[in-house]
Protein backbone atom coordinates (compact mmCIF):
# COMPACT_ATOMS: atom_id res chain seq x y z
CA UNK A 1 0.00 0.00 0.00
CA UNK A 2 0.73 3.72 0.15
CA UNK A 3 2.65 5.62 2.78
CA UNK A 4 4.67 8.30 4.09
CA UNK A 5 6.90 8.51 6.41
CA UNK A 6 8.53 11.66 7.94
CA UNK A 7 10.78 12.63 10.78
CA UNK A 8 9.16 13.57 14.17
CA UNK A 9 9.28 16.88 15.51
CA UNK A 10 9.44 19.25 17.23
CA UNK A 11 12.08 20.83 15.62
CA UNK A 12 13.51 23.85 17.03
CA UNK A 13 16.19 25.72 15.45
CA UNK A 14 18.19 29.67 15.97
CA UNK A 15 17.12 31.85 12.67
CA UNK A 16 19.59 31.29 9.69
CA UNK A 17 20.27 28.18 10.69
CA UNK A 18 20.03 24.85 7.88
CA UNK A 19 16.86 22.35 8.01
CA UNK A 20 15.94 19.18 7.33
CA UNK A 21 13.06 17.22 7.57
CA UNK A 22 13.14 13.98 6.34
CA UNK A 23 10.77 11.97 4.17
CA UNK A 24 10.44 8.43 2.94
CA UNK A 25 7.71 6.91 1.12
CA UNK A 26 5.68 3.69 0.00
CA UNK A 27 3.85 3.79 -3.27
CA UNK A 28 2.22 1.16 -5.03
CA UNK A 29 2.89 2.84 -8.79
CA UNK A 30 4.59 5.62 -9.23
CA UNK A 31 3.55 8.65 -7.32
CA UNK A 32 3.98 12.65 -7.55
CA UNK A 33 5.75 13.89 -4.15
CA UNK A 34 4.76 17.28 -2.23
CA UNK A 35 5.36 19.17 0.40
CA UNK A 36 2.73 21.32 2.50
CA UNK A 37 3.11 23.82 5.26
CA UNK A 38 0.61 24.77 7.51
CA UNK A 39 0.81 27.70 9.36
CA UNK A 40 -1.16 27.98 12.67
CA UNK A 41 -4.68 28.35 12.52
CA UNK A 42 -4.51 28.27 8.32
CA UNK A 43 -5.26 25.72 6.05
CA UNK A 44 -2.30 23.28 4.43
CA UNK A 45 -0.92 25.07 1.50
CA UNK A 46 1.34 23.84 -1.20
CA UNK A 47 4.95 24.53 -0.86
CA UNK A 48 6.23 22.42 -3.55
CA UNK A 49 5.80 19.18 -5.40
CA UNK A 50 7.60 17.17 -7.62
CA UNK A 51 5.98 14.92 -10.14
CA UNK A 52 8.78 12.28 -11.58
CA UNK A 53 12.46 10.74 -10.56
CA UNK A 54 14.98 13.23 -9.69
CA UNK A 55 12.87 16.21 -10.20
CA UNK A 56 13.44 18.89 -7.91
CA UNK A 57 10.96 20.85 -6.38
CA UNK A 58 11.50 24.32 -5.22
CA UNK A 59 9.62 27.58 -3.62
CA UNK A 60 10.76 29.97 -1.27
CA UNK A 61 14.15 28.92 -0.71
CA UNK A 62 12.97 25.49 0.07
CA UNK A 63 14.04 22.28 -1.85
CA UNK A 64 13.65 18.75 -1.88
CA UNK A 65 14.48 16.06 -4.63
CA UNK A 66 12.91 13.02 -5.51
CA UNK A 67 15.05 10.38 -4.93
CA UNK A 68 13.13 7.29 -6.39
CA UNK A 69 16.21 4.71 -5.39
CA UNK A 70 16.25 5.80 -1.74
CA UNK A 71 12.18 6.34 -2.04
CA UNK A 72 13.07 9.86 -0.83
CA UNK A 73 11.77 13.84 -0.81
CA UNK A 74 13.84 15.24 2.22
CA UNK A 75 12.88 18.97 2.75
CA UNK A 76 15.96 21.55 2.94
CA UNK A 77 16.21 25.17 3.11
CA UNK A 78 19.77 26.95 3.58
CA UNK A 79 18.76 29.29 6.29
CA UNK A 80 15.19 29.02 8.15
CA UNK A 81 13.73 32.83 9.19
CA UNK A 82 10.73 33.19 12.02
CA UNK A 83 8.55 33.42 9.32
CA UNK A 84 8.73 29.48 8.36
CA UNK A 85 7.82 28.18 11.87
CA UNK A 86 5.06 25.81 10.78
CA UNK A 87 3.95 22.48 10.66
CA UNK A 88 5.08 20.66 7.30
CA UNK A 89 3.69 17.85 6.02
CA UNK A 90 4.89 15.56 3.61
CA UNK A 91 2.69 13.47 1.03
CA UNK A 92 1.81 11.67 -1.80
CA UNK A 93 -0.43 11.29 -4.96
CA UNK A 94 -0.72 8.07 -6.57
CA UNK A 95 -2.57 7.88 -9.82
CA UNK A 96 -2.74 4.16 -9.42
CA UNK A 97 -5.82 4.95 -6.87
CA UNK A 98 -7.85 7.80 -8.40
CA UNK A 99 -4.95 10.43 -7.09
CA UNK A 100 -5.65 10.19 -3.56
CA UNK A 101 -3.39 11.63 -1.56
CA UNK A 102 -1.75 10.31 1.51
CA UNK A 103 0.07 12.69 4.56
CA UNK A 104 2.46 12.29 7.03
CA UNK A 105 1.92 12.78 10.05
CA UNK A 106 3.49 16.30 9.88
CA UNK A 107 7.03 18.03 11.56
CA UNK A 108 6.16 20.67 13.39
CA UNK A 109 9.21 23.76 13.00
CA UNK A 110 9.70 26.12 15.59
CA UNK A 111 12.35 28.94 14.91
CA UNK A 112 14.00 31.03 17.24
CA UNK A 113 14.80 34.61 16.75
CA UNK B 1 -9.22 33.43 -8.16
CA UNK B 2 -11.56 32.64 -4.89
CA UNK B 3 -9.98 29.98 -2.50
CA UNK B 4 -11.85 27.11 -1.14
CA UNK B 5 -14.48 28.50 1.26
CA UNK B 6 -15.52 25.87 4.01
CA UNK B 7 -18.04 26.93 6.87
CA UNK B 8 -18.42 27.22 10.43
CA UNK B 9 -15.02 27.86 11.17
CA UNK B 10 -15.31 26.41 14.91
CA UNK B 11 -18.65 24.41 16.14
CA UNK B 12 -18.47 22.57 19.36
CA UNK B 13 -21.48 19.78 20.54
CA UNK B 14 -22.30 17.62 23.15
CA UNK B 15 -22.12 14.04 22.73
CA UNK B 16 -25.08 12.51 20.34
CA UNK B 17 -25.84 15.58 18.65
CA UNK B 18 -24.99 16.42 15.09
CA UNK B 19 -23.90 18.88 13.07
CA UNK B 20 -23.04 19.54 9.39
CA UNK B 21 -20.00 21.70 7.56
CA UNK B 22 -20.01 22.90 4.20
CA UNK B 23 -17.26 23.42 1.11
CA UNK B 24 -17.10 25.38 -1.61
CA UNK B 25 -14.77 24.32 -3.92
CA UNK B 26 -12.62 26.71 -6.33
CA UNK B 27 -14.71 27.06 -9.47
CA UNK B 28 -14.21 24.32 -12.21
CA UNK B 29 -12.27 22.07 -9.87
CA UNK B 30 -13.79 18.51 -10.34
CA UNK B 31 -12.29 16.71 -7.54
CA UNK B 32 -13.07 17.42 -3.59
CA UNK B 33 -11.80 15.87 -0.97
CA UNK B 34 -12.77 15.77 2.68
CA UNK B 35 -9.98 14.98 5.38
CA UNK B 36 -10.42 14.58 8.82
CA UNK B 37 -6.98 15.82 10.81
CA UNK B 38 -6.96 15.34 14.55
CA UNK B 39 -4.50 17.10 16.72
CA UNK B 40 -0.44 16.04 15.96
CA UNK B 41 -1.73 13.64 12.71
CA UNK B 42 -1.44 14.42 9.18
CA UNK B 43 -4.61 14.64 7.18
CA UNK B 44 -6.56 11.47 7.33
CA UNK B 45 -8.92 11.12 3.35
CA UNK B 46 -12.52 10.26 4.33
CA UNK B 47 -14.34 10.80 0.57
CA UNK B 48 -13.51 12.16 -2.52
CA UNK B 49 -15.90 13.15 -5.35
CA UNK B 50 -15.32 13.56 -8.80
CA UNK B 51 -18.03 15.40 -9.56
CA UNK B 52 -21.46 14.32 -8.33
CA UNK B 53 -19.89 11.01 -7.75
CA UNK B 54 -18.21 8.92 -5.26
CA UNK B 55 -14.17 7.92 -5.48
CA UNK B 56 -13.31 7.13 -2.55
CA UNK B 57 -15.13 6.24 0.85
CA UNK B 58 -13.32 3.83 2.09
CA UNK B 59 -12.72 5.45 5.59
CA UNK B 60 -15.33 7.55 6.10
CA UNK B 61 -17.28 5.93 9.07
CA UNK B 62 -20.62 5.02 7.06
CA UNK B 63 -22.70 4.69 10.40
CA UNK B 64 -22.44 8.06 11.36
CA UNK B 65 -20.49 10.27 9.03
CA UNK B 66 -22.09 10.92 5.47
CA UNK B 67 -21.30 13.44 2.61
CA UNK B 68 -22.98 14.58 -0.68
CA UNK B 69 -21.85 16.75 -3.01
CA UNK B 70 -25.09 18.39 -5.20
CA UNK B 71 -24.82 18.97 -8.74
CA UNK B 72 -21.19 18.40 -8.71
CA UNK B 73 -20.29 21.98 -6.91
CA UNK B 74 -20.66 22.15 -3.22
CA UNK B 75 -20.32 20.18 -0.14
CA UNK B 76 -21.99 18.88 2.87
CA UNK B 77 -20.43 16.58 5.22
CA UNK B 78 -22.49 15.28 8.12
CA UNK B 79 -22.02 13.77 11.29
CA UNK B 80 -25.15 11.70 13.45
CA UNK B 81 -24.50 11.45 15.87
CA UNK B 82 -20.91 12.56 17.00
CA UNK B 83 -18.62 11.18 19.43
CA UNK B 84 -15.90 12.55 21.55
CA UNK B 85 -13.16 11.15 19.26
CA UNK B 86 -14.78 12.99 16.32
CA UNK B 87 -13.14 16.08 17.71
CA UNK B 88 -10.90 17.18 14.97
CA UNK B 89 -10.39 19.87 12.14
CA UNK B 90 -12.50 18.86 8.97
CA UNK B 91 -10.45 19.85 6.29
CA UNK B 92 -12.16 20.48 1.97
CA UNK B 93 -10.13 20.17 -0.99
CA UNK B 94 -10.34 20.78 -4.56
CA UNK B 95 -8.28 19.92 -7.42
CA UNK B 96 -8.00 20.54 -11.15
CA UNK B 97 -5.44 18.07 -11.46
CA UNK B 98 -3.64 15.44 -10.05
CA UNK B 99 -0.75 17.61 -8.88
CA UNK B 100 -1.97 19.69 -6.60
CA UNK B 101 -4.66 20.02 -4.02
CA UNK B 102 -6.20 23.37 -2.60
CA UNK B 103 -7.27 23.65 1.01
CA UNK B 104 -10.04 25.27 2.80
CA UNK B 105 -9.21 27.26 6.55
CA UNK B 106 -11.00 24.40 8.16
CA UNK B 107 -13.64 23.77 10.77
CA UNK B 108 -12.25 22.76 14.26
CA UNK B 109 -15.17 20.31 15.89
CA UNK B 110 -15.06 20.31 19.64
CA UNK B 111 -17.33 17.47 21.19
CA UNK B 112 -17.80 17.69 24.63
Known amino acids: GNSVTQMEGPVTLSEEAFLTINCTYT??????LFWYVQYPGEGLQLLLKATKADDKGSNKGFEATYRKETTSFHLEKGSVQVSDSAVYFC????????????FGTGTSLTVIP | EAGVAQSPRYKIIEKRQSVAFWCNPI?????LYWYQQILGQGPKLLIQFQNNGVVDDSQLPKDRFSAERLKGVDSTLKIQPAKLEDSAVYLC??????????FGPGTRLTVT
Open chain 1, 91 to 102: ALSDQAVGNQFY
Open chain 1, 27 to 32: ATGYPS
Open chain 2, 27 to 31: SGHAT
Open chain 2, 93 to 102: ASSLTRYEQY
